[in-house]
């Protein structure tokens, strides 16, 4: 049977701190004293071997020089050469010799360092030079182009589930639809039926509205949780209904005053989205109106005098000459530019339409008109 051997353990120099102490001796300096001695004595261990890695290196150079030369002088045959040539063997033999010297020494030290004994800050040494930990990268922020994009993806592909979703009543049925479609359970769910209610008010369906806006509260509450739990709100959607159907009073009226301020911001909304479609159909109709100066017939009737309003009213020519004749001729002169402008008065209808007249003179075919008329 073999032996474990422990004789590895026979050189480990013990810690610093392991030693007794004489109670009148400061113990932590005596410590930190032996510490620092030791990586002192061990900084100069390590530069002596550095050091004579150093020479060998240098010897090594200056020999593989030494053995060039003697190699290029053996080439040449004159008395000259042979001279030096015998000089730069002599000198190759003595480097080859320092060589091994150095070798010897580098060896002897590298043994010596095997023999001492470990401590504290020789027994492991690190592995790596940094340390890498996974985290969880912070979630960018997305532009409104790119969550725009992503809602009407997800709308396109799940619209009849999330209709679906938005009818149920039953906290039951609500938990088993979204067990069968957990990917319903997200943002995009939410913000569509907010949408849908507000359409919905808007056609004048109260009691649908009503039925959608419950839905999406219950949506909207599923995401509040995931985000005091942090965990994805497809996991949690369940602790809320189980949470909501043994609820305490004080829950429950909390999602039911959300419920009740949510339909009525749903009222406001609607309300200004029926507001802007009227003032935007009205700014059509308007357009539709103007007449060849631009102005609105409506709003140049209305700033007419009464006499001249009763006279389109009536459509009657000979009483519209008797009602400017009355007038200043200056008002009068105004106030049928712009009805020619609003398209109220047209003048030269019964000629054809390349024979036009300035705008001005109009008033002054009108007078004549009713000069005409007196004669007669």
Not at 147 to 163: A, L, W
Not at 258 to 274: M, N, T, Y
């Amino acid at each position: 049977m073999s032996r474990i051997d422990y004789s590895v353990w026979d050189h480990i120099e013990v810690s610093d701190d392991e030693d007794e102490t004489h109670p009148n001796i400061d113990t932590p300096s005596l410590f930190r004293w032996r510490h620092q001695a030791r990586m002192e004595r061990m900084d100069e261990f390590q530069k002596k071997g550095e050091e004579l890695g150093k020479v060998l290196s240098d010897c090594r150079r200056k020999l593989a020089e030494a053995q060039k030369k003697v190699q290029e002088l053996t080439i040449s045959s004159s008395d000259d050469v042979k001279a030096e040539l015998s000089k730069a063997q002599a000198e190759e033999k003595k480097l080859k010799k320092e060589e091994r010297e150095w070798e010897k020494k580098l060896d002897d030290h590298r043994r010596e360092e095997k023999k001492m004994p470990w401590n504290v800050d020789t027994l492991s040494k690190d592995g790596f030079s940094k340390s890498i930990v996974n985290v969880k990268p912070d979630n960018t922020e997305e532009t409104e182009e790119e969550k725009e994009q992503k809602h009407k993806t997800f709308v396109e592909k799940y619209e009849k589930e999330i209709k679906h979703f938005g009818m149920l009543r039953r906290w039951d049925d609500s938990q088993k639809y979204l067990s069968d479609n957990p990917h319903l359970v997200c943002e995009e769910t939410a913000n569509y039926l907010v949408i849908m209610c507000i359409d919905l008010e808007v056609e004048e369906k109260h009691a649908l509205m009503e039925q959608v806006a419950h839905q999406t509260i219950v949506m909207q509450f599923i995401l509040e949780l995931a985000k005091s739990l942090k965990v994805d709100p497809r996991g949690c959607f369940r602790q809320f209904f189980a949470k909501i159907k043994t609820a305490d009073q004080q829950y429950q009226d909390a999602f039911n005053d959300e419920l009740e301020s949510f339909k009525e911001r749903v009222r406001g909304r609607a309300k200004i989205r029926i507001e802007k479609a009227m003032k935007e159909y009205e700014e059509e109709e308007r357009q539709k109106r103007l007449g060849p100066g631009g102005l609105d017939p409506v709003e140049v009737y209305e700033s007419l005098p009464a006499e001249m309003q009763k006279c389109f009213d009536e459509k009657d020519i000979q009483m519209l000459q008797d009602a400017i004749s009355k007038m200043d001729p200056t008002e009068a002169k105004t106030h049928m530019k712009r009805c020619i402008e609003s398209g109220l008065w047209v003048p030269n209808s019964k000629s054809d339409e390349g024979d036009e007249k300035e705008e001005e003179p109009t008033y002054e075919e009108v007078k004549q008109e009713q000069e005409e008329t007196k004669k007669e």
